[in-house]
């Protein structure tokens, strides 16, 4: 799904550094603190970074044990919702430019909404930072959840893609 951002991205004329490395594993708790020193390093190789997506599935299950599945029709097909995920320093962290990353979600929002009804689901705004203090035009970006298909999944990163790009050009 990352590779699927990718590619409409390079396409538009931008280039891109995919990290494909899987910092949830051995477990998701810790996930965070083991990307922390890439995203340092990637920063650090590459000055010129002005946005940073990382992208997730979203984890949606009910009390009862069903999973949630994010779809919409986009196209004439069944699309992954995506959704824009912005940390704060409400939780503590140190990060003072939270509401810069607010600002780039919710342009990308709008642009979304224009495009595609019903793709984006709406903004969270989240006490922590997930790393988005390392750098503005940082966003976490939940293409579907576990409930989706890859084909819905992919079909919802290409539309989001194709969105952003607009106003990133």
Do not use: C
Request: glycine fraction near 8%; charged fraction near 20%; aromatic fraction near 8%.
């Amino acid at each position: 799904v990352g590779e699927e951002i990718a590619t409409v991205f390079r396409a538009y004329g931008f280039q891109v550094l995919h990290d494909t490395n899987l910092y949830d594993y051995p477990a998701y708790n810790g996930a965070y603190d083991r990307s922390l020193a890439a995203v340092k390093q990637w920063l650090a190789d590459y000055p010129t970074i002005s946005i940073v997506l990382d992208v997730h599935r979203d984890a949606l299950v009910g009390s009862d044990g069903s999973i949630y599945k994010l779809v919409t029709q986009e196209n004439g097909k069944k699309t992954a919702q995506v959704m824009l995920v912005v940390g704060s320093d409400s939780g503590g962290a140190n990060h003072p430019s939270w509401a810069n990353n607010l600002a780039l979600a919710i342009r990308l929002q709008k642009e979304l909404i224009s495009d595609y009804v019903s793709l984006a689901r709406p903004i969270a705004l989240r006490s922590s930072s997930y790393n988005q203090e390392l750098s503005p035009g940082s966003l976490l970006v939940e293409v579907g959840g576990h409930g989706n298909t890859l084909t819905e999944a992919l079909d919802g990163a290409r539309l989001f893609a194709e969105s952003v790009s607009q106003v990133l050009s």
